[in-house]
């Protein structure tokens, strides 16, 4: 039995059809109900709260999802009892009992629906904006809840009393000033001597006129910073002709759905009212004295600690018109514009049945919405009910995730994972339900605004958690495409997937290939790389354009590859030219060094590990010129063997994303040791004994109930934040044994 704290028990994470929620000692098991009948926490139940999400940070500030795990597994958990397959000697033994082991563990942790529920938590500024949100709109969370975040917050405290960007970063002004912000809208006293060392450490760092735009954003909705010292987000800009490169259609999705409802915002200079507690933020927060901050000229001021970006001089000018036009703006076109903007919002949420396209604009449209329509109204109450959808917790307490979840993206990997070995086949159940969920995710209709919303045609596609969320991602695609294509292979399942659905999948891959051989995330690149000068964040990289990646293209190519063997017959010469300039892009990716950076993962071992997954699989099959692709592999090999640690394994920090550089970790991470080891077998590399030494990490590793521990955060954006990928250490060391068993079991 694992040891579940107490009042873990009373938190119990209710799902259906991958949506996510973590009810308090709910009444039923309806996830409909879980608002309906929120059980009152009592003044016991607080103080065991405080005892039982005590966290350490020190130690690691990654968290190991041991609320959820705990229960799960303490509820049904059974050792593997059939019999796992005979090896020839001990070394091939231990290797399988391993794998069994395992994967056994991780069966336990899918729920009903057939999906991986997991930690998607990391970025800290994301948090603060719902509850912002739910401060000005005057609907606060449940106080079990209230009491839960106050707890996360205080956990992810730096020793330095600052908090970061994101769980492992250094203190930065964006990250600490929304830290103490929000635990003051949670009702902690500012002579809470946590939050008083917060202050100094504000004060000491410039004050928060210092805070990156997003957070001067976010303080000038609590009306405890002046709109007039934000750069105009030139609302009109919206009503632009399509054909102009600037027009925001063409920006990365994710810029677009976080400038809208931020430019309507601005439109109506939204604010909270002066209550006692923003009036006492004021005075808390900046050094100077709130009446006689010179506001404009805060528009570019910027805590050093927070810079990671430069504002590039272009935007700056542009920023110098579009202040002035705010002085002599036309009322109508305003108006106009803010029109357009509020109709805009609308179909996003309609779209997305209210989850939105991220947790960055659920925060923000629920505002814009409340502003719009009222607190009564049935569009704003909608936005209320999937704040929850957001919210996580784990021994650190309760989180916003990232997304409102990793769902279909981790059972596609989990399900590539398992059915890499034919051991794969002795977890029967495990796959028919991974099926059901990937069968239930396929998006499977068009919006019917979609056109006039700038959306990518969808039908066939996959998005990274779920239908209901409802944006397709490229290699979210092709990963529900593989694993797919992995069921139909193993046989255990009769098909559900027909083949017209497969040739939709393959469609909407093809459509999303770029002009460079390359694909990119949710859209095609539509602007040229120049937009990327008027990226206002001073704390993100390239977020304007929706770039090709190494890691998404390595993605489609393996699944159109895939396509090739299973279904030569469909598209064949398209395809076959896709595969082409989709490798010619990957090689070009390729560092001196051999290795490949990675854009959503850390780093250089995932995408390295994409890279040669591609190139080994097109090798020997004409679609390119095989002596380059060897040379390519064998550079890659002898980078990874290079950087495998004296334990043989590999480790990363996240320094290597925001860095550029490898950047080595003190201990090997089995994550990143996995990735390279699947790399390695890919690769069919020549010297066994490196992968050897790798794999018995894996299994020193390993814990006596088959789970891995959680080590340092695997997953990234836009190069400067990192995210929780709870499940990633059982995928991937799964993966690996899977491969490497599945070298000798077929030998
Ligand atoms: C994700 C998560 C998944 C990720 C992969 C599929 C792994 C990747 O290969 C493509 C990009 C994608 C879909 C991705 C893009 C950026 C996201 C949506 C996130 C990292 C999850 C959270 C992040 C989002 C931008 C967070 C909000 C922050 C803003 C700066 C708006």
Redesign the pocket.
Known sequence: MLNVKPSWKNWQLLTEKGRQIWAFKPKSNNINEHLLNVASVTDEDIIQFAVDFQFDKSSNPNSGDKVFRHAAINANFQEFSGQPPQESNADQQQVTDALVKGINYFSYLQSEDGHWPGDYGG?LFLLPGLLIASYLTESPFPKAHQEMMKLYIFNHQNSDAGWGMHIEGESTMFGTVMQYVSLRLLGVDKSHEQLASAREWIKNNGGATGIPSWGKFYLAILNCYDWQGFNSLFPEMWLFPKWLPVHPWRYWC?SRM?YLPMAYCYAQRIKAPETALILSLREEIFNEDFASIDWPKQRNALCEKDSYTQLSPVLKWMNFFTNTYEKFKSTWLREKATAYLLKYLNAEDAQTDYINI???NKAINSISIWHAYGKDSEQFKKHVARWYDYLWIAEDGMKMN??NG?QL?DTAFATRAILESDLGKLFPETIAKSYKFIELSQIKAEHPTHGEFFRHPMIGSWP?STAENGWP?A??TAEGLSATLAINHSGLIKPIIDEQRIQQAVDVILSYQNADGGWA??ELSRAPKWLEKLNPSEV?AD?MIDYS?T??TAACVISLLEIQETYPAYKNSEIRKAISSGIEFILNQQKSDGSWYGG??VCFTYATWFGVEAISKAKGKSYFDDAVLMTSINKACSFLVDHQKADGGWGETFESCSKLVYSEAADSQVVNTAWALLTLMAAEYGDNTAIDMGINVLLNKQVASGDWSQESIS?V??YNCM?TYANYRNIFPIWALSRYRQRFASK
């Open positions: 970025p994710h976080v991220g947790p960055v990232g997304y990793s993206w990274f991602v290699d979210c995330t949710y993100f977020i990646w890691e998404c959503w993962a997953g954006f836009n995210i």
